[in-house]
């Protein structure tokens, strides 16, 4: 179980993302692998792949709630430090977390980029979600791999305007980039397999392509803190 100290707390408040070395274990590590390889090799209606007119398999698969088909999961570490992490940082009981997750694969060698984005412009404009993403490497992710890379302070800042992405002529569904914003600061944050980040709802955040001969599986969980109903 991951408990965040005191210092990464205060770093999150002040940075909008936070470096994990170490998520889950080995043996845990492992499990995830199969149940991602499996969910990868049959994605189902839950899954959107944003394939490129170059690419004629998915250069960057996603798959929503795996945890429908593999509800064992909500009891692994991954699960449950995400939902006390969150916790943590949005200042709630656990009870409160609400966790969502999703895979985002990117192959060897094309796996292409996830442009800068908030999530929060995935969200009706006049929505006041408080959440924070807890994002898992499956496999080692340098920034070759396409390692989450963030902008300090964008946290605190607005949320953009973002657009659809045209890339190499053809639309890639449903992804967003953020217009016109100041990324000079991206600060990227490799890990190891099993380590991972954690970021807020208006922080700016990418990912580039995989560049390596390794596939990068990633592994995401949204974790929501439900309204307040007083
Ligand atoms: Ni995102």
Excluded at 53 to 61: D, I, P, V, Y
Excluded at 118 to 135: K, T
Aim: aromatic share 8%; with cysteine.
């Amino acid at each position: 179980m991951t408990v965040l100290t005191t210092e990464q707390l205060d770093r999150f408040a002040a940075d909008g993302f936070l470096r994990l070395e170490r998520v889950v274990d080995d043996v845990e590590l492992a499990r995830l692998r199969e149940i991602y390889d499996a969910v990868v090799a049959d994605p189902g209606p839950l899954s959107i792949d944003h394939r490129t007119r170059e690419s004629t398999k998915g250069s960057l698969l996603q798959i929503f709630v795996p945890e429908q088909r593999y509800p064992e999961l909500l009891d692994t570490t991954f699960f449950t430090s995400g939902v006390q992490m969150a916790a943590a940082l949005l200042d709630v009981e656990a009870e409160r977390i609400e966790p969502r997750s999703h895979m985002i694969f990117k192959p060897a060698s094309y796996g292409v980029a996830t442009p800068w984005h908030q999530d929060a412009a995935y969200r009706p404009p006049d929505a006041s979600e408080r959440s924070v993403n807890l994002w898992l490497a499956l496999d080692d992710a340098p920034v070759e791999a396409g390692c989450m890379q963030f902008v300090p302070g964008s946290h605190v800042g607005p949320i953009h305007d973002h657009d659809f992405v045209v890339e190499s002529g053809s639309l890639l569904t449903d992804v967003k980039e953020a217009v016109d914003v100041d990324v000079s600061a991206a600060t990227p944050c490799p890990v190891p397999a099993g380590g991972g980040t954690l970021h807020g709802f208006r922080t700016l955040h990418y990912t580039g392509p995989n560049t390596t001969d390794h596939d990068r599986r990633a592994w995401i969980i949204i974790l929501r803190a439900d309204q307040e109903t007083t």
